[in-house]
């Protein structure tokens, strides 16, 4: 269940490093509180993936791992209070969401071309509902009519494609036509993000 709220139920108590982390409300004067569990879920996360990837990486195999958030998360981040995610109109906080691609020693023996393509497509905008299909049809290795390698991540063709937001009503709207407020189209602008 990853990251959602109840944060502090998404992981063992035992594995806490950030406290104190037992959410009494979702009220924003327990920011603090409510941001640690959130900080604990994510690390319990990041250690899930980590022992993944050891586990695959033993069998010394031709192998990948991709991994992304469907959404980030907004926990009282500014002025507005906003908290959760799939806000009618978003902040930067719920569409910044990470994107992890692991390959093995023996996969990049292999494919040091595909390699060579993540790294320089480290930095350009993605959007994970079009590209992650297609990244993994090229990782893989899978001949079909629909993959399209200008969609991924894997290729040295891949072009940013328009990216879109997935409203509270399931609506696919452009960027550029959310509705972001002048502080998020800042932040876009101020971390050198491509904005819409």
């Not at 991994?67 to 980030?72: C, K, L, W």
């Not at 009519?145 to 696919?172: E, T």
Request: proline share 5%; net charge positive.
């Amino acid at each position: 269940y990853g990251s959602h709220f109840n944060y502090y139920e998404r992981y063992p108590a035992n594995t806490a490093y950030f406290k104190p982390d037992s959410v009494v409300s979702a009220k924003s004067k327990y920011k603090k509180t409510i941001t640690n569990a959130y900080d604990n879920s994510i690390r319990y996360t990041d250690n899930f993936l980590h022992r993944l990837i050891g586990l695959i990486d033993n069998q010394k195999t031709v192998s990948a791992v991709i991994f992304t958030s469907d959404h980030g998360e907004d926990i009282y981040d500014d002025d507005r209070k906003l908290f959760l995610h799939a806000s009618p109109i978003p902040s930067v906080h719920q569409l910044r969401v990470p994107y992890l691609i692991w390959t093995s020693a023996k996969y990049q023996d292999m494919f040091p071309e595909k390699l060579r393509a993540m790294k320089l497509n480290t930095n350009k905008p993605v959007s994970s509902n079009l590209v992650t299909f297609h990244t993994i049809l090229d990782l893989s290795g899978v001949a079909t009519k629909n993959f399209k390698d200008k969609y991924s991540l894997s290729s040295d063709k891949y072009c940013s494609p328009k990216r879109y937001y997935l409203n509270d009503h399931n609506d696919a709207l452009p960027m550029n036509k959310i509705g972001l407020k002048e502080e998020d189209e800042n932040y876009f602008k101020t971390n050198n993000l491509v904005y819409p």
